[in-house]
């Protein structure tokens, strides 16, 4: 049986001055101060860091800035600029590009693939076909959209002078949309160079396309002018290899009566115009008999062109660069440096890191400008900085190397805690209780202030430890008669409760029994439950239960369930069903104690039940356990005291101060199924409430 320890008064515990301390006060200090100059080494060397990538930031800076001026004055730059953002937007079909020259000399080879290549316009494709569509700055220069472009096929065939039949040759195909109309024309190949050249050389002339088959009176359109070259090697660098694949370069200018007819109007041409983007042009270039094109520029995973947006790759996260063309109050465009993925960093050091102080105090607000000059006008393209991002980079390494730190400080505080522990905690201790009792030694009350003391846990082999173990000795021979006597007092109380909560359940039962007022035996039952509630109020229900002993044994829980049933209308428990099983259930348990259990049950059922209804009783069986459901049909348990039924003073409906309903009947069964080795659960059900017992179930075999 658990003897509660006897609670002494408290001492009372002298002030002591600070001298007595001072030993602690020195070595706490120590301590102390090692950390603070641990803490101040790392924020020294993240300010000197965070110094030095400023600094390399700012260089960087001005590295970016001179590339992308540099790239802007290239001709592919013109280009991205004069195209704005729209350049290589959309692939398919591909849109006229407004090129950094005049116009294209597209009757030589070499000139009209020099520009198209420094220009960077042509747009390539997965087969090594290139093709750029495009027109100059100049509108002068005559309204045309030049066509330029290669491809690998295999020998060139030509066209045959005065044949109709197109499919027997190598043919080009146009087709353009704008503002709603579309042209077509096709262009086969007739060849202008001797035989044995080193570079085949023809022309595309150009028919309205109505075919592959040309009308007898078919004409060549006036304007369209276009030219094929092929390189006599083959492209994969052999030589003399039959039917290999031969580079070949095409040129192609198409006529364009609206941009040609703007220039005779009275008013300038506004160029480039305005409505280019909406300008739709496939280029598709036929083999002989072949269904698939050696070149479709609305093929698909096209690469497009160098564009404005592509500067962004460039930019670092937190730059923005903004490119305006000089007499317009809107943007070209406004990239930002792309946010990359950054690790996880403390909030509270990226803070830290941006309080401290650098040597540029205006380094945060970096800007640089200038001014690129193009056919069509001035840009002004402005590059800012942001070096918050700095701050956000240095934080996530700092987090890293911060666990060093922490590592560090945890030494440190390691250290600390077994000195503390180990040495000053035990002096101090000491020291206080020596002069508590020192205090107390004169005090009327000594012979119970002194079990308060108690130096036990500082015993040890050291020199505290044996001056512990001395004094600790000493009082507990004391200690020992102050409880002797409290602790004699503390179990007869347990005995007699113990006996008087077995008596009073079925002291219960013989008053429902002996109810009738005319009843000799009531008056003697009455006299029995008056004596048992004097004994059981001398101590709490939970210590004189767990101060109960059960005998469990092996009992058939079908024929017991019947029979406590069939006898509950004698406890004052009417209407209880229970539906035999068919076959023997064996449980390990304590008959009258698991009696108790039911009996309380079916009486709080009983309370709670809708008047009129059944209490059920069913028994089923899973696996090794055998499981015991009653159930009452009534108002539900409140959620929140599904689980505080079980314990003691809580009742569902009553109030746990009332003289009749207690709140423990539950809790009893609580206790009794722990000390059989089952469990009792109540839930909540559609039409009232069940309460289930699970117990150990024995095999029959």
Same mark, same amino acid.
């Given at each position: 049986?658990?003897?509660? =320890?006897?609670?002494?008064?408290?001492?009372?515990?002298?002030?002591?001055?600070?001298?007595?301390?001072?030993?602690?006060?020195?070595?706490?200090?120590?301590?102390?101060?090692?950390?603070?100059?641990?803490?101040?080494?790392?924020?020294?060397?993240?300010?000197?860091?965070?110094?030095?990538?400023?600094?390399?930031?700012?260089?960087?800076?001005?590295?970016?800035?001179?590339?992308?001026?540099?790239?802007?004055?290239? @001709?592919?730059?013109?280009?991205?600029?004069?195209?704005?953002?729209?350049?290589?937007?959309?692939?398919? +079909?591909?849109? @006229?590009?407004?090129?950094? $020259?005049?116009?294209?000399?597209?009757?030589?080879?070499?000139?009209?693939?020099?520009?198209?290549?420094?220009?960077? %316009?042509?747009?390539?494709?997965?087969?090594?076909?290139?093709?750029?569509?495009?027109?100059?700055?100049?509108?002068?220069?005559?309204?045309?959209?030049?066509?330029?472009?290669?491809?690998?096929?295999?020998?060139?065939?030509?066209?045959?002078?005065?044949?109709?039949?197109?499919?027997?040759?190598?043919?080009?195909?146009?087709?353009?949309?704008?503002?709603?109309?579309?042209?077509?024309?096709?262009?086969?190949?007739?060849?202008?160079?001797?035989?044995?050249?080193?570079?085949?050389?023809?022309?595309?002339?150009?028919?309205?396309?109505?075919?592959?088959?040309?009308?007898?009176? /078919?004409?060549?359109?006036?304007?369209?002018?276009?030219?094929?070259?092929?390189?006599?090697? %083959?492209?994969?660098?052999?030589?003399?290899?039959?039917? %290999?694949?031969?580079?070949?370069?095409?040129?192609?200018?198409?006529?364009?009566?609206?941009?040609?007819?703007?220039?005779?109007?009275?008013?300038?041409?506004?160029?480039?115009?305005?409505?280019?983007?909406?300008?739709?042009?496939?280029?598709?270039?036929?083999? +002989?008999?072949?269904?698939? +094109?050696?070149?479709?520029?609305?093929?698909?995973?096209?690469?497009?062109?160098?564009?404005?947006?592509?500067?962004?790759?460039?930019?670092?996260?937190?730059?923005?660069?903004?490119?305006?063309?000089?007499?317009?109050?809107?943007?070209?465009?406004?990239?930002?440096?792309?946010?990359?993925?950054?690790?996880?960093?403390?909030?509270?050091?990226?803070?830290? !890191?941006?309080?401290? @102080?650098?040597?540029?105090?205006?380094?945060?607000?970096?800007?640089?400008?200038?001014?690129?000059?193009?056919?069509?006008?001035? $840009?002004?393209?402005?590059?800012?900085?942001?070096?918050?991002?700095?701050?956000?980079?240095?934080?996530?390494?700092?987090?890293?190397?911060?666990?060093?730190? /922490?590592?560090?400080?945890?030494?440190?505080?390691?250290?600390?805690?077994?000195?503390?522990?180990?040495?000053?905690?035990?002096?101090?201790?000491?020291?206080?209780?020596?002069?508590?009792?020192?205090?107390?030694?004169? =005090?009327?009350?000594?012979?119970?202030?002194?079990?308060?003391?108690?130096?036990?846990?500082?015993?040890?082999?050291?020199?505290?430890?044996?001056?512990?173990?001395?004094?600790?000795?000493?009082?507990?021979?004391?200690?020992?008669?102050?409880?002797?006597?409290? !602790?004699?007092?503390?179990?007869?109380?347990?005995?007699?409760?113990?006996?008087?909560? &077995?008596?009073?359940?079925?002291?219960?039962?013989?008053?429902?029994?002996?109810?009738?007022?005319?009843?000799?035996?009531?008056?003697?039952?009455?006299?029995?439950?008056?004596?048992?509630?004097?004994?059981?109020?001398?101590?709490?229900?939970?210590?004189?239960?767990?101060?109960?002993?059960?005998?469990?044994?092996?009992?058939?829980?079908?024929?017991?369930?019947?029979?406590?049933?069939?006898?509950?209308?004698?406890?004052?428990?009417?209407?209880? =069903? $229970?539906?035999?099983?068919?076959?023997?259930?064996?449980?390990?348990?304590?008959?009258?104690?698991?009696?108790?259990?039911?009996?309380?049950?079916?009486?709080?059922?009983?309370?709670?039940?809708?008047?009129?209804?059944?209490?059920?009783?069913?028994?089923?069986?899973? =696996?090794?356990?055998? %499981?015991?459901?009653?159930?009452?049909?009534?108002?539900?348990?409140?959620?929140?005291?599904?689980?505080?039924?079980? &314990?003691?003073?809580?009742?569902?409906?009553?109030?746990?101060?009332?003289?009749?309903?207690?709140?423990?009947?539950?809790?009893? /069964?609580?206790?009794?199924?722990?000390?059989?080795?089952?469990?009792?659960?109540?839930?909540?059900?559609?039409?009232?409430?069940?309460?289930?017992?699970?117990?150990?179930?024995?095999?029959?075999?």
């Amino acid at each position: 049986m658990k003897v509660p =320890d006897f609670e002494m008064p408290k001492l009372a515990v002298p002030k002591l001055g600070l001298a007595s301390f001072r030993r602690r006060i020195l070595f706490r200090a120590t301590f102390l101060f090692l950390v603070l100059a641990s803490l101040a080494l790392a924020v020294a060397l993240l300010k000197e860091e965070k110094q030095r990538s400023y600094r390399n930031y700012q260089e960087s800076f001005k590295k970016t800035q001179a590339e992308i001026v540099a790239k802007l004055r290239h @001709p592919s730059g013109q280009l991205a600029l004069l195209n704005g953002s729209s350049a290589g937007r959309t692939l398919t +079909p591909l849109r @006229p590009l407004v090129l950094p $020259y005049g116009a294209l000399d597209f009757d030589d080879q070499n000139k009209a693939q020099q520009a198209v290549e420094m220009a960077g %316009c042509s747009v390539q494709y997965p087969n090594g076909s290139s093709v750029c569509v495009a027109i100059g700055n100049n509108p002068y220069a005559g309204g045309f959209i030049y066509l330029v472009g290669s491809f690998t096929s295999a020998d060139l065939v030509a066209r045959a002078r005065g044949a109709l039949d197109l499919t027997g040759v190598h043919r080009a195909r146009v087709t353009l949309d704008m503002r709603g109309e579309t042209t077509r024309w096709i262009a086969p190949f007739e060849a202008l160079s001797e035989p044995g050249a080193s570079i085949v050389r023809g022309r595309l002339t150009g028919f309205a396309d109505v075919g592959e088959t040309l009308p007898a009176n /078919a004409r060549p359109v006036r304007d369209f002018r276009g030219w094929l070259w092929q390189d006599r090697q %083959c492209a994969d660098g052999s030589t003399n290899a039959p039917d %290999c694949l031969k580079h070949s370069f095409f040129s192609i200018r198409l006529p364009v009566d609206v941009f040609r007819d703007a220039l005779f109007e009275k008013q300038r041409p506004v160029w480039p115009p305005q409505n280019l983007n909406e300008i739709r042009v496939r280029v598709e270039v036929l083999g +002989p008999g072949s269904a698939k +094109p050696l070149l479709d520029s609305n093929a698909a995973n096209a690469m497009p062109p160098f564009s404005l947006n592509d500067l962004a790759q460039t930019l670092l996260s937190g730059e923005t660069l903004h490119i305006r063309r000089i007499g317009s109050s809107e943007d070209v465009i406004t990239l930002k440096g792309t946010e990359k993925a950054i690790d996880t960093s403390l909030p509270w050091l990226t803070r830290l !890191i941006r309080r401290l @102080p650098v040597a540029d105090d205006n380094a945060a607000a970096l800007a640089e400008r200038a001014v690129i000059s193009t056919a069509v006008g001035k $840009y002004e393209v402005n590059l800012t900085g942001d070096l918050t991002g700095i701050d956000r980079n240095l934080s996530v390494v700092a987090t890293r190397l911060s666990w060093f730190i /922490a590592a560090m400080l945890g030494a440190i505080g390691l250290a600390w805690f077994v000195i503390e522990v180990g040495l000053i905690h035990r002096i101090t201790v000491l020291t206080k209780r020596a002069a508590a009792l020192s205090y107390n030694v004169n =005090d009327p009350q000594i012979d119970k202030r002194i079990g308060d003391l108690d130096v036990s846990e500082l015993r040890g082999s050291d020199e505290l430890g044996i001056l512990a173990s001395s004094l600790s000795t000493l009082l507990q021979r004391v200690k020992d008669d102050v409880k002797r006597e409290h !602790i004699r007092a503390e179990q007869e109380r347990d005995m007699w409760h113990a006996v008087g909560h &077995e008596i009073m359940s079925p002291l219960q039962s013989l008053m429902v029994l002996h109810g009738k007022s005319d009843d000799p035996s009531r008056h003697y039952v009455q006299r029995m439950q008056q004596a048992v509630k004097v004994l059981y109020g001398t101590a709490s229900p939970s210590e004189a239960l767990e101060a109960a002993a059960l005998q469990l044994n092996t009992i058939e829980l079908d024929t017991f369930l019947h029979n406590v049933a069939s006898n509950a209308h004698f406890a004052g428990i009417d209407g209880v =069903d $229970y539906k035999r099983v068919s076959r023997p259930v064996l449980a390990r348990a304590d008959e009258y104690s698991l009696e108790d259990v039911i009996t309380h049950i079916l009486g709080n059922a009983d309370r709670h039940r809708t008047p009129g209804t059944p209490i059920t009783v069913e028994l089923t069986t899973v =696996d090794t356990s055998a %499981c015991v459901a009653i159930h009452n049909q009534g108002p539900a348990i409140d959620p929140a005291l599904i689980d505080k039924i079980f &314990e003691y003073g809580v009742s569902g409906a009553e109030s746990a101060e009332s003289s009749e309903h207690r709140g423990q009947g539950l809790f009893v /069964a609580r206790t009794y199924m722990a000390k059989m080795g089952g469990t009792i659960r109540a839930r909540n059900v559609d039409d009232g409430v069940t309460l289930t017992l699970t117990l150990q179930r024995i095999s029959s075999g």
